[in-house]
Every structure is written in structure tokens, then in C-alpha cells.
């Protein structure tokens, strides 16, 4: 079976859930950039960022470069910014155009909850299986939290590829 791992993180939260992900399951590994980049630290950071999403502008990214038919599922992961899914992560949705594909969903998030954000982007995956998602809070949390979540995930997507 052939996997792939997509995430976008701007602060390195999702990422870490990411390569967790790719370790666990032997997944290539696809980090969606953005042409214009946001400051990683600081006030701008959120101002930036959050005036993107609040717009729902849609970021220019670079392209994947593969065909995404070539995969047998795809694990999407995603920060939450302003309760949803990034749109740098809804750009890659609309330049891949994935159809027919068993697609597992993971964030990582600031407050108490993912809000709608898993759920907002499975709407954007119409025409594909979501089977599985889960999230994570990340910020603010001490080591130990952070190894829990780490293994959490990779247990999470060990039991999906081995369906």
C-alpha cells in the first residue's frame, strides 16, 4: 500500500504529528509551503495568519508534483486557525482534486478543541472516504503530554494502514 502524509504547520506542532504519522506507517511525506510566508513568532504571526483564514482566502502553494492517484491513503494533517482547517490546506485540496481516496484527518490546536475544523474539511473532500480523524493539543504542553500525543498518533494511524 502505497501512503502519503500531507501537513501544513507554521509553528511545527503539526508537523511533529506529521513525521509521527510517516514513521509509524512508512509514509511519504509531502509538507505543503505557501509562496508568501507568515512570521513563525510574534503578534504577526496570528495577525497574519488569522486574517488569511478569516477571509478564506486561498494561499498560492507550491505545486505537489505527483499524481495523487498514485497513493492508497492519505493521512491530511492540518493547524487550527480561527476554529478550521488552514487554507494552505484547502489549496492543496483544490490543486490536487483527490477522488475515491480512504483519507484519515489530524490537527493539532491551541485551545481546549478542534472546533469544526475536521469537519468543515471533510466537506472539502467530498467525493472521498474520510475514514478516520483525531485531534490533538499541542500548544502548551509539557514534554511528557507532547511524547503521549506522539505515540497516540502513531498507534492512531498503525491500526488505519493496517485495515
Known sequence: MKILVVFYSLSGNTKKLAEAVAKAVGG??????????????????????????????LP?????GKDINDYDLIFLGTPVWGDNFVPA??????????????????????????GQSLANLEKELTGNHVIAKIDFKMDSISEA????NLKKISDWAKTIADK
Open 89 to 114: 490546506v484547502k489549496s492543496f485540496v483544490k490543486q490536487t482534486a483527490p477522488k475515491n481516496k480512504k483519507i484519515a484527518l489530524f490537527c493539532a490546536h491551541g485551545g481546549d478543541a478542534a
Open 60 to 64: 498560492v502553494i507550491a505545486p505537489f
Open 28 to 57: 511519504e511525506v509531502f509538507e505543503i509551503e505557501t509562496k508568501i510566508k507568515f512570521p513563525k513568532i510574534g503578534f504577526l504571526k496570528y495577525l497574519d495568519a488569522g486574517w488569511q483564514a478569516c477571509r478564506k482566502e
Open 145 to 148: 503530554q507532547l511524547a503521549e
